[in-house]
């Protein structure tokens, strides 16, 4: 069970420009991509901007993987994030909607309940088949083509807003209940092993994401989500060339349709990223500082949280920093490590989040979800 873990203070001050950093932005300088964002959505962008380049957010993937980092730090991340996808061999069977509704009660206590950030991500098993698992996310496992998707009056269209429409009224819990939620689909978007990484024409990724976004801002009035763009940490089949800048902003759907873009980089010596606790990734940062000009950016997948002391001193200082699978792993994240990023001044627990003026208060009642292997 989460556990309430001592006093909150609120984060504040003026914001301050490195050499890796876009211009400081100052309170509710930042005009959200949904221009009917909820209050209570519209505080948490509000604070992510007033901390940015000053503060870095601690995030995790899975409650079960925060819970093992709360057993060695006594200490909470600021985010937890969870999948809207059932994980089934068939998609929309029982196990599939007890999963996600798992996902959405967890996170919905999580808010109210803790006073943590929510986020959610997104591994779309392929929309035009009936399978629910990770196999489905690749672009091999059956036939699907991006342009017809995003072409309205064709029979793939039709069915992939079927299928969105039906998660859709899961993210639509969140906002009857008044959450904010870090909304990241169409993850490491131009890395070519997901479907909607339309590799040949990017445009018609970037077409999807717009789709996306006109049928659950306008369409469902979920004003509760705050658009996170993700890169992935190459793009296409481009070999050892990360960068590829012009190629990268093709899969981009442009300003008016993103709050906050990052990029997903795990250790991988052949692509020249190094062991996060000897860096910083300032070049992810510059890349995608380049690709999405005046974005706050975050590292939105890593294999654990960067240096916090290079980062203090030299950059880059990013929004957030969301590890993923790493509570189980002594090797890449060994106590006495996890120990001292999660006490570094730099970073942000739970316990320093802000007090949010506008979130119901009230006991936990959900326990954590201990998620079997996949």
């Known amino acids: 069970m989460l556990r309430e873990t001592g006093k909150r203070m609120t984060a504040c001050g003026m914001l301050v420009l ?21 209050v209570e959505t519209r505080e948490v962008l509000d604070y992510l901007a007033s901390i940015y380049s000053q503060k870095t957010l601690i995030g995790q993937d899975k409650f079960w993987e925060a819970d093992r980092f709360h057993e060695t730090t006594g200490k909470y991340p600021a985010i937890i994030s969870s999948d809207l996808s059932g994980w089934s061999k068939t998609r929309w069977d029982e196990q599939y909607k007890r999963t996600i509704q798992r996902a959405v009660d967890q996170s919905k206590d999580w808010w ?15 929309p035009l088949t009936t399978a629910g698992t990770f196999e489905a996310t690749r672009p091999g496992f059956a ?11 064709t029979k793939e269209h039709e069915t992939v807003m079927e299928d969105l429409r039906q998660h859709a009224d899961y993210l639509e819990q969140f ?24 590799t040949k024409t990017p445009e018609n990724t970037a077409k999807l994401w717009r789709m996306m976004f006109d049928y659950l801002v306008h369409e469902r009035k979920l004003h509760n989500l705050i658009w996170v763009y993700s890169a992935a940490l190459k793009a296409g089949d481009h070999g050892k060339d990360v960068e590829t800048i012009e190629y990268r902003k093709r899969f981009y759907p442009g300003d008016k349709y ?4 990052g990029i997903d980089i795990y250790t991988n010596a052949w692509y020249g990223w190094g062991d996060f606790r000897e860096d910083s990734f300032p070049k992810a940062f510059q890349i995608m500082g380049q690709v999405t000009p005046g974005k706050m950016l975050a590292l939105c997948e890593c294999q654990g949280l960067p240096n916090p002391e290079i980062m203090a001193k030299g950059g ?4 957030y920093c969301l590890p993923w699978y790493v509570g189980k792993d ?12 999660y006490g570094h001044d730099l970073y942000v627990t739970l316990d320093r989040l802000p007090k949010w003026s506008r979130r119901d208060q009230g006991p936990a009642v959900t326990q954590t979800l201990k998620e079997t292997e996949r």
């Open 18 to 38: 490195t050499v890796f950093a876009a211009a400081p932005l100052p309170l509710r300088a930042i005009e959200p991509a949904d221009p009917e964002m909820s």
């Open 112 to 126: 109210h309940a803790q006073g943590g950030i929510v986020s959610f991500a997104w591994h779309w098993a392929n």
């Open 143 to 153: 036939p699907i083509d991006v342009g017809q998707i995003v072409m309205p009056g």
């Open 175 to 198: 906002a009857k209940a008044r959450v904010p939620v870090l909304w990241r689909p169409l993850h490491e978007i131009e890395g070519g092993w997901f479907w909607w990484s339309d």
């Open 258 to 261: 993103v709050d906050i873009a």
């Open 316 to 319: 880059p200082r990013w929004l």
């Open 330 to 341: 002594p090797k890449w994240n060994p106590p006495d490590w996890v120990k001292k990023v």
